[in-house]
């Protein structure tokens, strides 16, 4: 089960950050929705009890770093799942993530709680995946509006 544990921390931790470094095109009054989709290279992780633990990732589009993001995990053993809390620092504000990931699966679904800044408002989802269990890269799909 500890194995089980540090995978999910390592995996879930990687994808949380990746999702949370994407900004609005051009956002509009319109709620149109928004697609982006990242790449997180996860940049340290730590663990900070039994099952709790804390991340930073960069990330980036297309090669080019567009920002940085940091959160808190939480390992949930009986029901085999993780918990993530992010906040992802962008040009202009921050990104608020929620995501739930099972603890053994490469892919996760979450939500955008909110924003900061030129964020404010913002509300979404987002989606990741990364190519094996200890992988540092995480691909990151982000469909949000205003």
């Not at 699966?105 to 909110?114: E, L, Q, R, Y």
């Not at 990364?130 to 890269?137: G, H, I, R, Y």
């Amino acid at each position: 089960m500890k194995r089980s544990a540090v995978a999910a921390v390592a995996l879930v931790s990687t994808a949380a950050l990746s999702g949370a470094a994407v900004g609005p095109g051009s956002a509009s009054a319109d709620n149109k929705t928004y697609t982006k989709r990242l790449i997180a290279h996860s940049t340290a992780e730590h663990r900070v009890g039994k099952y709790s633990f804390v991340f930073t990732d960069t990330d980036r589009h297309n090669g080019k770093v567009i920002g940085y993001d940091t959160g808190s995990g939480r390992f949930f053993p009986k029901q085999n799942k993780v918990i993530l809390d992010v906040a992802a620092a962008l040009k202009g504000g921050i990104i608020l993530l929620h995501i739930s990931q099972s603890g053994s699966a490469t892919s996760f679904t979450g939500t955008i709680t909110g924003g900061r800044g030129k964020y404010a408002g913002v509300g979404g989802t987002v989606t990741g995946h990364s190519p094996a269990q200890n992988s540092k890269k995480t691909y990151v799909t982000l469909r949000y509006h205003f």
